[in-house]
């Protein structure tokens, strides 16, 4: 990444480019497997930060490092028959880099929709319409987007409350096994949000 844009590169090209002064990397890690631990020791990673970026992380988390500060962020997502998973976005800043990493994931949910903030992102660098400068900048640009995703999950539960409230106050529950459904959903819903806000 430099004034011009992204640039995409191969994974063996990551010790030629701490060799440049301009610009920085993007490293984009859409599933852990065994290129990434060694990836992230050659960056200088703290051990701590490829654990947590190895296993799943419950609640959002930031911590600093000499050269390095490690985030961790969910955003949930409406799967099926009123599941609701949590979509992990880890983010390791450097000064001359930015690693992003994915889940884990679970099996159920497409890889794209653990994707959405970051292939935004870049797809917006693609355009022409974002230029970051530097990693802290494409940083807040992809966690403003999974903020965003997160205030639409709420927003579209509280549009849902006003008509289940009708629902329970008419008196008539035509079908009740849905709506115990709707609330169930609606309350693991504000529960990932308190814990992941």
């Known amino acids: ?23 920085f990397f993007w490293v984009d890690v859409p599933l852990w497997d065994g290129e ?17 970026c190895r296993q799943r992380n419950h609640v959002p988390t930031v ?12 955003c949930p997502f409406l799967g099926a028959v009123g599941h609701v998973h949590l979509l ?4 390791i800043i ?12 679970n099996p159920d949910v497409e890889q794209a929709r653990a994707q959405v ?3 935004g992102v870049l797809a917006r660098i693609e355009a022409g319409r974002f230029r970051p400068a530097t990693p802290v900048e494409l940083s ?22 006003p008509g289940l409230e ?9 079908a009740p096994e849905a709506l115990l459904e709707s609330l169930f959903l609606i309350k693991r819903i504000i529960e990932l949000i308190k814990t992941i806000t």
């Open 117 to 119: 903030e970051t292939d």
């Open 166 to 174: 009708q629902q329970v106050m008419s008196s008539q529950l035509r």
């Open 88 to 91: 992990e976005l880890d983010q």
């Open 63 to 74: 911590h600093g490092y000499d050269d390095h500060v490690f985030v961790t962020t969910q």
């Open 1 to 23: 990444m430099d004034a011009s844009g992204a640039h995409p590169r191969e994974p063996e090209d990551v010790v030629e480019l701490f060799a440049h002064q301009d610009g």
């Open 140 to 161: 807040y640009a992809i966690t403003s987007a999974v903020a965003r995703r997160q205030s639409g999950l709420v927003r579209d539960v509280a549009l849902k409350l």
């Open 94 to 105: 450097a000064h001359h880099f930015l690693v992003t990493g994915h889940g884990p994931i």
């Open 36 to 52: 990434s631990e060694p990836l992230l020791l050659g960056l200088g990673c703290h051990p701590m930060v490829i654990e947590g």
